[in-house]
């Protein structure tokens, strides 16, 4: 069984940056694509980024150009640098396999990008 720990969220001003991180136990891991998500309340989340096996990535619309996914899998962990952040960043972010495995969500990490 897997188990996703995601880190590296806070406050942060418009324009400005985070790395987020994703901990992964278990080598399963580095057997799937593995994706990033954002949800704000209420809303229904949504994928963010996704990254295969050999490193090819995807991007939301809304995201491409700014954020950045990125995985190192000797270390089991899984990334998402985030640049030139915008209040329509804050969210909760997580991470999980690509197609997703419902029982690998974690608690995620808030991001609020606020003056």
């Known amino acids: 069984q897997v188990q996703l720990v995601e880190s590296g969220g806070g406050l942060v001003q418009p324009g400005g940056s985070l790395k987020l991180s994703c901990a992964a136990s278990g080598s399963l891991f580095r057997q799937l694509p593995m994706a990033w998500f954002r949800q704000v309340l209420g809303n229904e989340r949504e994928m963010v980024a996704t990254?295969?096996?050999?490193?090819?990535?995807n991007y939301a619309d809304s995201v491409k150009g700014r954020f950045t996914i990125s995985r190192d899998d000797a270390n089991n962990a899984v990334y998402l640098q985030m640049t030139s952040l915008e209040p329509e960043d804050t969210a909760v972010y997580y991470c999980n396999a690509w197609p997703i495995v419902r029982a690998w969500w974690g608690q995620g990490t808030q991001v609020t990008v606020a003056p």
């Open positions: 990254i295969s096996k050999a490193g090819e990535t």
